[in-house]
């Protein structure tokens, strides 16, 4: 494994045949070069535990990369398919439940004052306000 950082991370839905691409960026931290990385398929027969194909940090400066990354598929249309909501969503949620119990209160409170009325209509009993 290469000494290189990953500083950068881009994702796009291309639009033809509905496919996500990904690209990752690097610097070298000695030469300052900045690379891009392709994914190369090898075989591999060996016992052991297959190696990442690409390492962030969940600290530092890595981190906003691969918060960049899930807010990117998140973005995309791409959610976990077991995931609670984000803390954001969940308020969201919550404040508009709590616009629409205040709407069902007022419009209850206004029907309940006025007097209901049921009166003989051209098709049978109705009941007016």
């Keep these: 494994m290469s000494n290189e950082i990953i500083d950068r991370i881009g994702t796009q839905v291309e639009d033809y045949g509905g496919y996500l691409s990904v690209?990752?960026?690097s610097q070298d931290p000695d030469s300052g070069v900045r690379k891009v990385a392709k994914?190369?398929?090898e075989e591999w027969n060996d016992t052991r535990p297959v190696p990442p194909t690409f390492s962030l940090s969940l600290t530092g400066s890595q981190q906003r990369i691969a918060q960049k990354l899930v807010n990117d598929l998140w973005e995309l249309g791409i959610r976990a398919t077991q995931?609670?909501?984000?803390?954001?969503q969940?308020?969201?949620v919550n404040d508009h439940l709590v616009d629409m119990k205040q709407i069902t209160n007022r419009l209850l409170n206004e029907v309940c004052r006025k007097e209901v009325v049921t009166v003989n209509g051209p098709s049978g009993p109705m009941l007016r306000v």
């Design 83 to 88: 995931a609670n909501g984000s803390a954001g």
């Design 90 to 92: 969940l308020a969201a």
């Design 23 to 25: 690209a990752i960026f």
């Design 39 to 41: 994914l190369v398929f």
